[in-house]
């Protein structure tokens, strides 16, 4: 098991910032890929990035290359995503969630936590 517990959502203008924390317990955290995920109403839910156990490889949704930051500090159990430029779209839950790797399965869930983004 690996309890993920996410913050720092809110409501910004578009345009904004906000920044997104994503924080574990247990030392199993350093040794997954974690990931970020968002659910807007109506909609499925959607990858947006990913992070390697290492921190030195990320993966992200091609609409938020260049606007949004993954990273991660192993020593504080700690993902982050930095998001910059915010769009009306971005409006959603975020989760994160922890897995073996990129492309497998994300077997462990945070709650999640609200982004709206006002025009």
């Known amino acids: 098991q690996v309890p993920l517990v996410e913050s720092g959502g809110g409501l910004v203008q578009a345009g904004g910032s906000l920044r997104l924390s994503c924080a574990a317990s247990?030392?199993?955290?350093?040794?997954?890929?974690i990931a970020w995920f968002r659910q807007a109403g109506g909609k499925e839910r959607e990858f947006v990035a990913a992070i390697r156990w290492s921190g030195v490889s990320t993966q992200y949704l091609e609409s938020v290359k260049g606007r949004f930051t993954i990273s991660r500090d192993n020593a504080k159990n700690t993902v982050c995503l930095q998001m910059s430029s915010l769009k009306p779209e971005d409006t959603g839950v975020y989760y994160c969630?922890?897995?073996?790797?990129?492309?497998?399965?994300?077997?462990?869930w945070g709650q999640g936590t609200q982004v709206t983004v006002s025009s």
């Open positions: 247990g030392r199993a955290f350093s040794r997954y890929a």
């Open positions: 969630a922890a897995g073996v790797d990129f492309g497998s399965e994300y077997p462990f």
